[in-house]
């Protein structure tokens, strides 16, 4: 497995499958964060795909957030805004890609990994799938994701997992919340709950799913500009003493 990480896809009987995999926790570097968003926009084109399921490898975290070491050598304004506007352009590719899309979670999820389960038209996750938003305990805050997290679960629960940064937020809670459709006992019908809808929605109408999807995402047409706007201020918070002296005592333990 590639130390750098890497993006594979398949498609098969009308179902296009996306899978990303990192070795620190499917962490998302910037450079994969726009191999990302080109591999669904591209997916999204496919005439072949009638409908996409995205994951990640393994059976621990299912997307640990932004690389810490990538953070950390961040020194100026433009390389922090370039690194965050990578989460924006995912959110976008997937808001933006006219097939529906069912997003598999197996595990933890942190941070941009929240973000990139609450714009899935569809999350389907493993009970061990806990999530949390640790943006603001690094100094940051969840900007970028914010509007895709709070789209899913209302302000309320956005605010509860925004302020509490520390906390873990259980699979059931994600569910009660809005953030997944399922949550499954074990990773066998974890497999067969994704496998079966995928089979579903590969025998529907793509005409039909593609104005669906227009609809579900009805009054998201300014994100192009907000999640830049967003990215800015990620952009400048990243290059705080506090956020550089959180990562370093967070990678020393």
């Known amino acids: 497995m590639p130390d750098n990480g890497e993006i594979t896809t398949n498609i098969e009987n009308n179902i296009g499958t ?8 499917n962490s998302l570097p ?6 990302l968003a080109d591999t669904i926009t591209q997916m999204g084109k496919n005439p ?3 409908a996409i399921v995205l994951k990640s490898r393994g059976d621990g975290a299912f997307c640990a957030g932004a690389s810490f070491d990538e953070l950390i050598a961040i020194d100026n304004y433009q390389e922090g805004k370039h690194f965050f506007m990578g989460f924006a352009l995912v ?3 997937m808001r933006q890609c006219p097939k529906l899309t069912i997003v598999r979670v197996q595990g933890k999820t942190v941070g941009g990994g929240v973000g990139i389960a609450s714009a899935g038209d569809y999350t389907i996750a493993h009970e061990s799938a806990a999530i949390k938003l640790s943006e603001l305990a690094l100094g940051i805050g969840p900007f970028v994701v914010g509007p895709a997290v709070e789209r899913k679960v209302g302000t309320s629960a956005f605010s509860t997992l925004s302020v509490d940064a520390s906390s873990w937020n259980s699979a059931e809670w994600a569910r009660e ?3 997944f459709s399922k949550v499954c006992e074990n990773h066998f019908d974890l497999d067969e709950k ?3 809808l995928a089979k579903q929605l590969a025998g529907y109408s793509p005409d039909a799913m593609k104005e669906l999807k227009k609809v579900l995402w009805k009054g998201t047409e300014n994100w192009d500009e907000l999640l830049e706007e967003r990215a800015e201020i990620s952009g400048r918070l990243v290059l705080s003493d506090f956020t550089k002296n959180f990562i ?3 990678k020393s333990k």
């Not at 910037?30 to 191999?35: S, T």
């Open 18 to 25: 996306i899978e990303f995999y990192h070795p620190k926790g």
């Open 30 to 35: 910037g450079k994969m964060l726009r191999d």
């Open 48 to 50: 072949d795909a009638y």
């Open 91 to 93: 959110l976008n590719a």
């Open 177 to 179: 919340n809005g953030l």
């Open 194 to 196: 994704v496998e079966s």
């Open 248 to 250: 370093e005592e967070f």
